[in-house]
Every structure is written in C-alpha cells, then in structure tokens.
C-alpha cells in the first residue's frame, strides 16, 4: 500500500480538470485530473496528477502529455513485464531495466531470490527525483536496495558501452516511452539485436508494445523487428485501465519459452514471499491467449517452424 505522503487529501481544493491523453494516431481519451506537480525538464514535459476515477490510488505521472503509471494500477504492466521472463529464467541473477525511472520494473525483478543486481538505465534524472518526491510507493523502495544501479543517461550509451565491457545480463526490460516519439530508435531491430548480444545463456527481453486495436501499425512493426532478431517471440495482452485499453505486450528470446514454460510451482513460492496483485499461476495462460480478432497483429506471421525452441 502506499505511504500517506503519496495522496494528497485537500477537500478545499478546485475542482478537477480534463487530462487527456492521446491512444494512437486517431482517438484519445481523458481524465478528470487534480494537478499536483509539473515541471519541464531538458528532456521532457513531467506532470502528477491525483485521478478521482482512481479514488486514494488515484496519483498518476505523465511524460509529455502521455499516461505512464499510476499508484492503482501500475503494478499490471509491471508485474505482466517482469515475472513471467524471470519465472521462466529461473535463475536470473543480472537484470537491466531500460527506462524505469519510476522504480516499478525494479522493484518487481528485486522481489526475485536469485536476482543479485539490477541496473536502470534512466535518461531524465527528473524522473526518478519526481516519483521518489511525490510517488514513493511506485519504487517501493528499489533505488535505496543495495542491488540496484541507478544509471543516468542514454539507454543506447549504456548498451554500447555494456557490449564493449563483455557484459551480459539475463533478462532485458523495456520500460521505456512510447515507440512512436524519442524512444522510436529504441524499439527497432538494429538496437534489439544489440540487446540479444548482451543476452547470457537463457536470456530474454520484455517489452511493451502498445495498444493493439489503436497502434496495430505500430505494435505489428515491432513484433516484426522482434522476430527478424529472436528464434521466440511470445505475445501477451492485458487490460490497463490508466491506459485506457487493452494492452500487448512480448517477449522475446532464443530459448525460453515464457508462454508454455512451467512456471505454475515458481509463481507460487514468489507469491507466499510476495504476494501479486495481477499476474498469477491461475491468469498465465489467459494473458498469452491472443483474441482472435487480434491474430492478425499479435499473431506470428513468420513460416511455421522459423521459430524452435531449444
């Protein structure tokens, strides 16, 4: 649950104003909004928000006029990012969160035994110094465990110097801006197979890919670069209620399989240690079964057998 300091309770304050929030090329949606902080950074426009729709979970944080999290609902994406990759790994011990200046990938990959470091490679120091500010629960504490490694800069920089090092981690999390602005770079083939480089034995990336039903030029495209770099693309899909629709996200590797692997046993010991609000042994198979009518975007359009799991 979140600190006290996290929601802002002020029954004197104005009424709440329209947020919107673009969701694709041609529609939007919006919120009713109590503004909080805003600032704008050399890098970007940064805003909090407390969301009434939301009730006491209800404070949000928007990066140049786009949704990222939410106190109630972070923990989706999140949790839908981060588990089923490392459940499936079993034994992930270096994990880099690409983004994530909010804490939230990392504080999940730290809920994890084996996990022994977690790097964020964070662009905008504001980010960070917003949330631990204003939404301290979203971090849940990630950034003061030893075993995190707050990097501030270019996540192109950091993988280029990681690959000149011989470094490997074994599990990749984009937890990245949209893949239609700055970030566009950072979802293309060229710079996922610099990311399969960094990958040791097993290894695996996470990423989202947007929404499905308004971005499927875009979601498609990258499930295409994906699959150009990776022997496994696995698609997933979730309901994300600050984004106002269904959600896709993948995963990708040369080995793991993180739709069918059996990872019913391990999600369960993670659970009694800490419990999960969304992703669960019961929900696993659901949130990789693709809606039908999505086949054509989310669905795999290489020749059968391209991909073998090994």
């Not at 659970?271 to 669960?280: G, Q, T």
Request: proline content about 7%; overall charge negative; glycine content about 8%.
């Amino acid at each position: 649950m979140p600190a006290k300091r996290d929601i802002t309770e002020d029954p004197s304050r104005a009424a709440p104003r329209p947020c919107t929030a673009p969701l694709g090329r041609w529609a939007g949606y919006t919120f009713a909004a109590h503004p909080v902080f805003a600032t704008t950074s050399p890098h970007q426009h940064i805003e909090v928000v407390d969301l009434p729709a939301f009730g006491a979970l209800g404070r949000a944080y928007r990066l140049d006029g786009r949704f990222m999290a939410s106190l109630a609902d972070a923990h989706i994406c999140h949790e839908c990012m981060v588990h089923p990759l490392l459940l499936a790994h079993g034994t992930a011990r270096r994990v880099l969160v690409l983004g994530g200046g909010d804490g939230g990938s990392a504080h999940e990959a730290l809920r994890h035994a084996s996990v022994r470091e977690v790097v964020v490679a964070e662009l905008d120091p504001q980010v960070p110094a917003t949330i631990l500010q204003y939404m301290p629960a979203l971090a849940g504490g990630a950034f003061d465990d030893p075993r995190t490694t707050l990097v501030i800069g270019d996540a192109r920089d950091l993988v280029d110097a990681a690959l000149a090092r011989g470094e490997s981690f074994d599990a990749v999390i984009f937890d990245l801006t949209d893949a239609d602005g700055d970030a566009a770079t950072l979802h293309d083939a060229r710079f996922f197979a610099k990311c399969r480089a960094l990958l040791g034995p097993r290894g695996g990336v996470a990423l989202q890919l947007g929404a499905p039903w308004f971005e499927a030029d875009q979601v498609a495209r990258m499930l295409d670069a994906l699959r150009s770099v990776f022997s496994v693309v696995q698609p997933m899909t979730t309901y994300v209620p600050l984004y106002g629709t269904l959600w896709a996200l993948a995963f990708a590797s040369d080995s793991l399989d993180v739709r069918g692997g059996n990872v019913s046993a391990a999600t369960q010991a993670l659970s009694l240690r800490h419990p999960l609000r969304h992703y669960s042994t019961d929900r696993h198979a659901a949130l990789f079964d693709i809606p039908p009518e999505l086949t054509d975007v989310l669905g795999d359009r290489q020749t059968p057998g391209d991909n073998q799991i090994t």
